[in-house]
């Protein structure tokens, strides 16, 4: 009797621990499991409904897009050349000769979007920046184009083919694009791959990625999951109904292919920088020339300020347009162009798109006094 109860005993205590052992073993395999990358279980949260195709929006916007070529002229290619042996001095030059002795024209690719019926096209300024002979295939035809104008700040560039009839893309508001909608992006990449449609969703809005080489870039990125590659830069992004969301423009990638993101100029800020470089041509940026901090309860204080709002000027940068206009360290912004000015940010919203010969008038606060200060902006600050 004695053993058949140790018997029992031992089973019912071997059991548990059978029991608890394969517990933890699947607790370790969804632990396990969750760390795993990609999952396609894992991969979105979105709440969109997948369209049951995107067969509406690639018919209406695959006319809009053109693939771009670009070249540089050869004479231009020898004086670069030459401004390389003078820059690098003649030591470089002579050990390089033989290697470099003719001047190679740069030449690229990328995409473009027809926005008018008469041949203008937006597209990337990083496309056509190097190229003085610009070939913009429609369909079967090639076209020459000419620069309307550029803008290295945002960009974008716009030219020019002469032609009529063309198919133009139509803008949506890019504000009103959610997180999460689909969203589809038309281009060419490698160049060869012309009329390429490709779709995922957009993953953030208003990315600041670092990657614009200019130092008054406005960065303001859609971030999508559509694939898009070297060749795509100046393609549409567009939503289901085949309406412009955005000029595609960058990959995050440590390969220089596409490795998940891609980020695109969102179509308010492309329409707005068109019709700036529709009206003036090339665009060139300007700053106030000031540095400071948004008012708050300790810098009032420290500064004796009997106002709770507003922009305190800490440095004004030499030679800008806001020193010859008479700015001083220790004025506090609280108006720009007529709009309030309660922090930083709203002092930005004006002086963002600012360019050189604008005026910018500040209302600020000096030793609790108002005083009125246009600030004409100056090239170069």
Same mark, same amino acid.
């Given at each position: +009797? $004695? ?16 029991? *608890?052992?394969?517990? +933890?073993?699947?607790? @370790? ?14 991969? /979105? ?19 809009? &897009? ?6 540089? !002229? ?10 390389? %042996?003078?820059?690098?001095? /003649? ?40 190229? @003085?002979?610009?070939?913009? +295939? ?23 083919? @002469? ?8 803008? #949506? ?38 990657? =614009? ?12 999951? #559509? ?8 393609? *549409? =992004? ?13 990959? *995050? ?74 700015? =001083?360290?220790? !004025? ?13 940010? @709203? ?8 360019? &050189?010969?604008?005026?910018?008038? =500040? ?14 902006? %100056? $090239?170069?600050?």
């Amino acid at each position: +009797m $004695k053993n058949i109860i140790s018997f029992l005993f031992a089973g019912i205590i071997g059991g548990l621990i059978v029991v *608890a052992s394969f517990s +933890m073993i699947n607790k @370790d395999q969804v632990i396990y499991e969750l760390n795993q990358s990609p999952k396609a279980i894992l991969t /979105s949260s979105s709440t969109a409904t997948a369209p049951n195709d995107f067969v509406l929006a690639a018919e209406r916007v695959t006319p809009s &897009v053109v693939s771009i070529n670009v070249r540089e !002229d050869r004479l231009l290619a020898q004086k670069r050349l030459q401004e390389e %042996r003078n820059k690098r001095g /003649s030591d470089w030059f002579d050990f390089h000769k033989f290697f470099n002795s003719q001047p190679y024209p740069k030449n690229g690719n990328g995409s473009g979007v027809i926005i008018s019926e008469d041949g203008y096209i937006v597209t990337n300024n990083h496309v056509i920046e190097d190229g @003085d002979i610009i070939d913009v +295939m429609i369909g079967d035809r090639t076209l020459s184009a000419s620069v309307i104008g550029k803008d290295p700040s945002t960009d974008i560039a716009l030219i020019k083919v @002469d032609a009529t009839g063309l198919t133009p893309v139509e803008f #949506a508001n890019s504000d009103r694009l959610k997180v999460g909608e689909w969203v589809v992006a038309i281009g060419s990449p490698f160049s060869y791959l012309t009329s390429t449609v490709t779709a995922g969703i957009v993953s953030a809005k208003a990315r600041d990625i670092d990657i =614009l080489q200019n130092d008054f870039a406005i960065e303001e990125f859609i971030q999508t999951d #559509a694939a898009i590659n070297p060749g795509n830069s100046g393609g *549409a =992004l567009v939503n289901t109904e085949g309406n412009l969301v955005g000029i595609n423009t960058a990959i *995050a990638t440590p390969t220089g292919v596409y490795a998940g993101y891609s980020f695109a100029i969102p179509s308010n800020l492309v329409k707005k920088i068109v019709d700036d470089i529709k009206e003036n041509g090339d665009i060139e940026r300007a700053r106030l020339g000031i540095r400071g901090r948004t008012i708050d309860e300790i810098i009032k204080k420290e500064n004796n300020l009997t106002i709770n709002q507003g922009f305190i000027v800490d440095i004004v940068d030499k030679s800008s347009g806001a020193q010859f206009s008479g700015v =001083l360290p220790g !004025d506090v912004i609280i108006q720009a162009n007529e709009k309030r000015v309660d922090k930083f940010e @709203d002092l930005y919203e004006v002086v963002e798109f600012a360019k &050189v010969g604008e005026t910018i008038n =500040l209302v600020v606060l000096r030793k609790n006094k108002k005083l009125k200060i246009p600030v004409y902006l %100056r $090239k170069g600050i």
